[in-house]
């Protein structure tokens, strides 16, 4: 299995480097297993707001497209719940959180109240602001 780093996915979404993009969809459709880190999601969504100025929606539309190319694996099998999160309006990174914390722990404690509101009744992993 290999793994890819942000800059391939974003040369994929922007097709702004020509040789660049085609060698990262080769690696990506080269039928090996690819794995996607969730920390090369959570950088990816961050380039493709502050850096190209991508629309939340189209962010969200394009990391689906890409976590469903056929020999791609998530780093934990909630991470199509965190992209769903972030659709609807949770923060990336919160999603992410959320979504790895699931797993394991009964509370995830923060001093973010939004994080809080926007967590609530996602899963089993309780959003608690801390204090």
Known sequence: ????????????????DALQTAASLRVLQSGEPVLLL????????????????????EIAAVLYDVMCIPMVMLEFPLTFE?????????DFADAIHL?????SCEKLMTFDAAFVRKAKGKNACEVVKAG
């Not at 890819?4 to 702004?16: A, E, F, H, P």
């Open 99 to 103: 979504a790895g914390a699931a797993s």
């Open 38 to 57: 969730n920390s090369v999601l959570l950088e990816t969504a961050w380039v493709l707001q502050s850096v190209y100025e991508v629309p939340h929606d």
């Open 1 to 16: 299995m290999i793994a890819v780093d942000t800059n391939m996915l974003v040369r994929v979404v922007m097709g702004d």
């Open 82 to 90: 965190a992209l769903a999160w972030y659709r609807d309006g949770m």
